[in-house]
């Protein structure tokens, strides 16, 4: 089994999720199932079947998480020898040549990928793309609009 590439930032996060669906959302459904089955008749019973369906998904999710915690390498840049390319865990800031746009986005596993949090996935056309580069570099980032070049302007580990 391949390890999948993980920050220790986003392996607390996902370790947080488990440990919060395990002691608040597992019970909490239990109790609902409960109560929606002392209501009499599960054919017709909304509220059962709800429960039932909320407990599947969060049932699945736990194992999810289980899957991700138990074959993920925690990869610690702060533990790495020093570099000025760009690898998994950079924060890149790159300037757009024909906009003059600057773009930043830090490097992540999948798991934790949140375009909404600027982190993209080390799996992502742009993200291997820029692997390896450096300040100054001057790369074409293949996207779905098609092909956009930029300029590498600032490299961090933070």
């Known amino acids: 089994m391949e390890k999948l590439p993980i920050t220790p930032a986003g392996y607390r996060q996902l370790q947080a999720e488990h440990r919060f669906l395990i002691k608040n959302d597992r019970p909490k459904i239990v109790a609902a199932i409960e109560e929606a089955r002392a209501h009499g008749d599960l054919k017709e019973n909304a509220e059962y079947h709800a429960a039932k369906e909320k407990q599947g998904f969060i049932e699945g999710r736990i194992q999810r998480l289980n899957h991700i915690l138990a074959h993920s390498e925690i990869i610690d840049h702060t533990k790495q020898k020093a570099t000025t390319k760009i690898r998994f865990g950079a924060t890149v800031t790159y ?38 580069k450096e300040e100054g570099d001057e790369v074409v980032l293949k996207v779905p609009k098609g092909d956009v070049e930029v300029e590498i302007i600032k490299i961090q580990y933070i």
């Open 95 to 132: 300037l757009n040549l024909d906009t003059d746009e600057e773009t930043t986005w830090q490097i992540v596993g999948t798991e934790e990928a949140d375009i909404n949090k600027l982190k993209i996935s080390l799996q992502s056309p742009i993200a291997r793309n820029l692997i390896g």
